[in-house]
């Protein structure tokens, strides 16, 4: 199994950047399809943004242009570089990883969650 891991939340101006990491440890990352999501208080959890094994990436429509999910296979590793953030980004945001086996079907590993404060 998989444990993630994330840092690089913290306080940031409105229109400024964050790189949001994910390190995994306890079994290779490569096979695993990789996604952030984020919840803000009284919201439900919402996808944010996902690539594939084959590259493949999937962007909610409010950060479509201005996040960019990546990968590091070889550091186990996957990133959310945010730019041009607003006060509407702020966020709990969490790590997911997503794998189908034969015996245990799909399972999904999160990470502790890494707190994003836009201020205005």
């Known amino acids: 199994q998989v444990q993630l891991v994330e840092s690089g939340g913290g306080l940031v101006q409105a229109g400024g950047s964050l790189r949001l990491s994910c390190t995994a440890s306890?079994?290779?990352?490569?096979?695993?399809?990789k996604a952030w999501y984020r919840q803000a208080p009284g919201k439900q959890r919402e996808l944010v943004a996902s690539?594939?094994?084959?590259?493949?990436?999937n962007y909610a429509a409010s950060v479509k242009g201005r996040f960019t999910i990546s990968t590091d296979n070889a550091k186990n590793a996957v990133y959310l570089r945010m730019n041009r953030l607003k006060p509407e980004d702020t966020a709990v945001y969490y790590c997911?990883?997503?794998?189908?086996?034969?015996?245990?079907?799909?399972?999904?590993?999160w990470g502790q969650g890494t707190q994003v404060t836009v201020s205005s």
């Open positions: 690539i594939t094994t084959g590259g493949s990436t």
């Open positions: 306890g079994s290779r990352f490569s096979p695993y399809t």
């Open positions: 997911n990883a997503r794998i189908a086996t034969v015996l245990l079907g799909e399972s999904q590993y």
